[in-house]
């Protein structure tokens, strides 16, 4: 995907926003919970993914190699009607591009693809995810909502923007010292939006996924 970097609003204490991929290995670093590498997909790409029917927005889960992802994602997308041409190319190169940076990130050998259109409050409750780390991007609607806090819902809530990765550390990699960032999926029932959400994950061993 073809990006412009811009400077990214939202910024707290925990989370690095980058701009460029390679500097989305900072998620490493000591006390950062989160890295969001702040792009801007061209306009083309977003008014034609923004364009389709729900129906024909690809769905997806399952655990493999890092290799297979973009097979896969073309597989959804067949599935589901996307129209071919450039703009489907662009969404299958950059979720396996994705995946190719997080898996370099991570070294995990399997990871868990799951790319699916949402238009429910899944997930609306501010949380850390119990995995070692996870990415998520927002091709369509409203990105994924972070903040500081415990167990309540942070005071200032901010919104990553529409097509920005985001890696997070999860419990089993907790960040040290802890900034104690949370996140959530943005609450959308009863708006009419639908959003298109990407979540890799890694997977040490299939079997035990089971």
Do not use: N
């Not at 662009?90 to 799951?114: N, V």
């Amino acid at each position: 995907m073809t990006l412009h970097s811009s400077i990214a609003p939202g910024a707290t204490a925990g989370v690095l926003i980058v701009r460029a991929p390679e500097e989305m290995a900072a998620i490493r670093s000591a006390g950062i919970g989160g890295v969001i590498w702040q792009r801007r997909p061209l306009a083309g790409f977003q008014s034609w993914i923004d364009g389709l029917a729900p129906d024909h927005l690809p769905r997806t889960r399952t655990i493999l190699r890092p290799d297979a992802v973009r097979d896969a994602v073309e597989a959804a997308c067949d599935i589901a009607g996307t129209p071919d041409g450039p703009q489907k190319d662009l969404l299958a190169d950059d979720i396996a591009a994705l995946a190719d940076i997080f898996h370099a990130l991570i070294g995990a050998r399997w990871l868990r693809l799951r790319l699916e259109p949402v238009t429910t409050d899944a997930c609306r409750r501010f949380h850390i995810d119990r995995v070692q780390a996870r990415l998520v991007c927002t091709y369509r609607g409203t990105g994924t909502q972070y903040g500081l806090g415990d167990a309540s819902e942070p005071e200032v809530i901010h919104t990553v923007p529409t097509g920005s990765p985001l890696i997070l550390r999860g419990t089993l990699w907790p960040a040290s010292p802890d900034p104690g960032l949370l996140h959530r999926s943005p609450p959308i029932a009863g708006s009419g939006e639908t959003r298109l959400m990407l979540a890799l994950d890694p997977v040490d061993d299939p079997e035990d996924e089971i």
